[in-house]
Each structure stands twice: as C-alpha cells, then as structure tokens.
C-alpha cells in the first residue's frame, strides 16, 4: 500500500489565491521530504527539500517566497502556493528520504490547475 | 539541474515483445534508478542500480549500467499493456539524497 499519501489529488483555484499540499509519511518519521514539480509530458524537477525543524532549501530558480515549505512534524510537510497564476499549473509530487534506503518512496501527485 | 536522458523519448510496441530504454547522464554516480509513471500519477520505484554493479535483474525487469559510458538501459522483457507508462531514470545528485530524473521514455504497449 501507499506509504506516502498526498492531499488533495488535484484542485483548481483562481488565478491569486493560494493553495496548500500536504505530504504524509505514512509509515516513517521522515526528517527529510522533497518537493519536485512536473509540467505535462516532462520530467521531474527538484524543487526544494523540506527539513524537519527547519528551513527548507530551494533550488536555485525556486522562489521561496512563492512556494512555502513547511516541515513542522515529522509525518507532515506542506507545501504552499501563494498568490498562484497560470504558470504554476503543474503536478506536484512530494517524497520522503529513508535513511536505510536510497529508495525515495513517491506520493501520488497533485494536479493544480490556476484559471 | 537535469541529469539523465532517455531515449527514445516514445516507444510503442506489440504484448510479448521487448521495450529497451537507454539513459544517458552526465556526472559520476552512487546509483541509478528507474521509475515508472502511470499517466497523471505517483511514480513507483521499479529497481536501482548501484555504481559497482553491471547488470541486475527483477522479474521481467534487466537493469544494465556502464559507467565508463555514463549510461544505463532498462529492459522489459514479454511486455504486457499494464507496462503502458512512463519510465524515467534518476540518478543521484552531488550532494543530499533528492534525485536528478531524465525526461523518461513513455512506452505503449498495444495488446
């Protein structure tokens, strides 16, 4: 079964507002999560990574103050568009770290979609 | 930064026969992995590769890596239209465990 779950699956809001993903480690206290974003028919592109207890760290091109990262326990971490507009449809796919693994374990995806 | 390129970018083949997918990448690596995506989904891990390995099997699954050549290929033998998906390959990055995908091969597989 899923280990990693993600709500919601999809949303579609207005060009503007904002909108939050969750990301749950459902079997595993995860203190690393990861935060990748797909555009249709590409590839996967890191984001950020989300520490627990701590700043996340964005990759180079990724505005901080666009997409917030919040890691306040180790099960949870969010992710929040804010003031989102067209360009920021995409698939947004979160997962976790296992420090016994190099495995990373996947979450379903949300599909946001900005009007 | 993008690591990995597959090719070919589109396959399209029969039930029963062979999907070959080739990935090329750039800088030296611990593993490589291959994941599969369902069309609008999560992606599933499928097997991983570690830098000292050549080849490695799982079910119908043929994992192959050159690191001379900085390249992997991923074989699906007597493919099912369940194998109908994305595959990408992921490699590590320079630091911290997130991973570098390639834009991934997306296969059909026709009944």
């Known amino acids: 079964g899923a280990v990693v779950s993600q709500h919601p699956s999809w949303v579609i809001c207005k060009s503007g507002t904002s909108v939050k993903i969750e990301c749950r480690s459902l079997d595993f206290q995860a203190t690393t999560m990861f935060w990748y974003r797909q555009f249709p028919k590409q590839s996967l592109m890191l984001m950020a990574t989300?520490?627990?207890?701590?700043?996340?760290?964005?990759e180079q091109g990724v505005e901080k103050d666009k997409f917030l990262i919040n890691h306040a326990s180790l099960t949870l971490s969010t992710l929040t568009v804010t003031s989102a507009h067209p360009e920021d449809s995409s698939f947004y796919i979160c997962s976790d770290h296992r420090g016994w693994a190099d495995t990373q374990y996947f979450g379903p995806g949300t599909r946001l979609t900005v009007l | 930064s993008q690591q990995g390129e597959e090719d070919p970018q589109a396959l399209s083949i029969q039930e029963g026969e062979n999907a070959t997918m080739n990935c090329s990448y750039k800088?030296?690596?611990?593993?490589l992995q291959w994941y599969r995506q369902n069309s609008g989904r999560g992606l599933v891990h499928l097997i991983l590769?570690?830098?000292?390995?050549r080849e490695k099997h799982s079910g119908r699954l043929r994992v192959t890596l050159d690191t001379s050549k900085k390249s992997s290929s991923l074989l699906i033998t007597a493919s099912r239209a369940a194998d109908t998906a994305s595959y990408f390959c992921a490699t590590d990055r320079d630091s911290g465990y997130a991973l570098n995908f390639g834009k991934g091969t997306s296969l059909l597989v026709t009944p």
């Open positions: 590769i570690r830098s000292n390995e």
């Open positions: 989300s520490n627990e207890g701590s700043k996340a760290t964005y």
């Open positions: 800088t030296s690596i611990n593993n």
